[in-house]
């Protein structure tokens, strides 16, 4: 079998709901080489001007308990936890989300980990090698205290950090031990349930960028934002057995003979979080009533907006449209919020997955 049809094969795969269960070992078979399983969405982290005003901000519209604290660093809960948002002080650097993916593994062993990534083209950073990773397609454990913490550079040098799923931001070998909850001060508004995807911008080749995820992690494509049942559209690469997933946009294979791009840094242009029971309207109303400004369905320009987008089946939506819900914080950083049920396809929750 060629490479080209094989990998066509493996592409076309995921979208047989029946037998995603299946993806991970099928891609095993057909490469010969493991793939780290992971199993969660993790955590993400934000960069901010004042981190006291932000944790105000996001509790006294989720609520969310401090479940841990690192240093300067304030960890805030997501549902139940331990998924969390971090918020760091920025200092003179701008406010950003920082381009750090955290994912969750079952019983994580660094040395396992770093043993199948290898035959994924990885290799262990060098000490002289900069940043938390290395670089792109390098990999490095770092200390902190007496936790391991475990740093990728994808091909297009993101940050991906590969802790066990109980990693709650705390100490411990595997950073699972945190302490109690301190409450949210606030009420909040509406109540989070889990951290649903990452949107990632800039990425220089997103075929090659997926065909990485998903060889080295054996990432279903779990739907596709373009038009239904023509197989073509961003995919949204499935993240454990769940609804998660990971979205790459910014550019495609090389044209024309043309060299490859340079490995490049890229950058995650939202965080999407979930609750049950979504109804844009009502969420709408309470963005508006904690100080947001809503900009009907025109995208947001600065801090403290909200806007509703319309997918339509153009992009993978429902026929009327799935209306997606966003909104940016004290720093202009933009979030989005939508129903557990969504996997960022079609039907008006954005329900309907392929895997």
Known sequence: MSEISRRELLLSIPALAPIAALVPRIFAAQAGKPAVQVKTINHFALSVSDVKKSVDFYQGLFGMPIQQRQGSTVILRIGSGPQFMALSPAGSNMPSIVSNVGLGIDNFNADQVIGIL????VTKADPSDPGLSGGPMKVRVSKRGDTNELFLGDPDGMIVQLQDTKFCGGTGPLGTTCMAPEPSTQKGLMALKE???FTVFGVANADRTQAFYQEAFGMPIRARQGPVGTGTGAPGLGIGPGVSFIMFAGGGAPRGGAAPAAPRPSTINHVCM???NFDKDEV????????LTSNGTQTATGPLKTYVSMRMPNRGGAAEGTPELYFTDPDGLLLQLQDVKYCGGAGLLGEVCTG
């Open 195 to 197: 951290l649903s995807h």
């Open 284 to 291: 709408t109303k309470k963005l508006v009533s904690f100080g």
């Open 118 to 121: 290898a035959q994924h083209g």
């Open 274 to 276: 979930n609750m049950e």
